[in-house]
């Protein structure tokens, strides 16, 4: 029994998935990578103030938002908070990453006199 066990187990399959190589397809609904839309955001703090794990942190004077994905525990408050349909979760698995990634950005472009885009 135990040698059959074994047998089975070394030449079958894993169980597991090498991830990143191999990623399974996110089941429907799955609430995944959180995307901000810059250009619409006008730093009103109102996802910051929902989430419940203080993964996002606006400051409006200096039309600041940082958003740390460790702290993210992909609850969605921060989308169904803002009203300018500024913060998306998109249904895709984050690759690993070996260091804390820093998200931050600032001042929405305005346009320039010529109509091209320049930052404020
Ligand atoms: S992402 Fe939306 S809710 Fe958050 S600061 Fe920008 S406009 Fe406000
Ligand atoms: S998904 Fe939830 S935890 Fe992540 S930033 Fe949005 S509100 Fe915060």
């Known amino acids: 029994m135990m040698l059959r066990r074994v047998l ?35 730093f009103c703090g109102a ?20 958003f740390d994905l460790f702290k993210c525990i992909q609850c969605a408050c921060c989308a169904e908070a803002c009203k300018r349909g500024c913060v998306q979760l998109r249904s895709v698995y984050h690759a690993p990453v070996f260091e804390k990634p820093e998200f931050e950005f600032s001042g929405a472009p305005v346009l320039a006199p010529d109509g091209g885009q320049t930052s404020e």
Request: charge should be positive; glycine fraction near 4%; include cysteine.
């Open 47 to 66: 996802c910051a103030l929902r989430c419940p794990s203080k993964a996002i942190e606006v400051d409006r004077p200096s039309k600041t938002l940082k």
């Open 8 to 42: 089975e187990n070394l030449f079958s399959k894993p169980a597991t998935r090498p991830f990143p190589r191999t990623a399974r397809e996110p089941v429907d609904g799955y609430r995944g990578a959180v995307e901000f839309n810059r250009e619409n955001c006008v």
